[in-house]
């Protein structure tokens, strides 16, 4: 069993910083793309960042300039540093990998974790 768990939201002013961080755990045996997504209320879930297992990335246009995503391949951990933030960042952020377990591939999803950015 693959399990994604997600730290870091909370309440920040605008123009603040938060980092997230999301840590796999269980029969791992190898990950390839993480990333995270986020979804307001009343609104779709959207990308937000993407990292691959080689270290490529992928961003939203919104973001694009302040937000960073990294992974720790040898903690099978990814972050997602985010600066100057606005309110309509505020969204439910979820962490999302294509994880190995000794049988096949699969898409896995964190919990979520809440960030508002208010003043």
């Known amino acids: 069993q693959v399990q994604l768990v997600e730290s870091g939201g909370g309440l920040v002013q605008p123009g603040g910083s938060l980092r997230l961080s999301c840590a796999a755990s269980?029969?791992?045996?190898?990950?390839?793309?993480m990333g995270w997504y986020r979804q307001a209320p009343g609104k779709q879930r959207e990308l937000v960042a993407a990292?691959?297992?080689?270290?490529?990335?992928n961003y939203a246009d919104s973001v694009k300039g302040r937000f960073t995503i990294s992974r720790d391949n040898a903690k099978n951990t990814v972050y997602l540093q985010m600066n100057s933030l606005k309110p309509e960042d505020t969204a439910v952020y979820y962490c999302?990998?294509?994880?190995?377990?000794?049988?096949?591939?699969?898409?896995?999803w964190g919990q979520g974790t809440q960030v508002t950015v208010s003043s």
């Open positions: 999302n990998a294509d994880i190995a377990t000794m049988g096949a591939w699969g898409d896995y």
């Open positions: 269980g029969s791992i045996f190898s990950i390839n793309a």
């Open positions: 990292i691959i297992s080689g270290g490529s990335t």
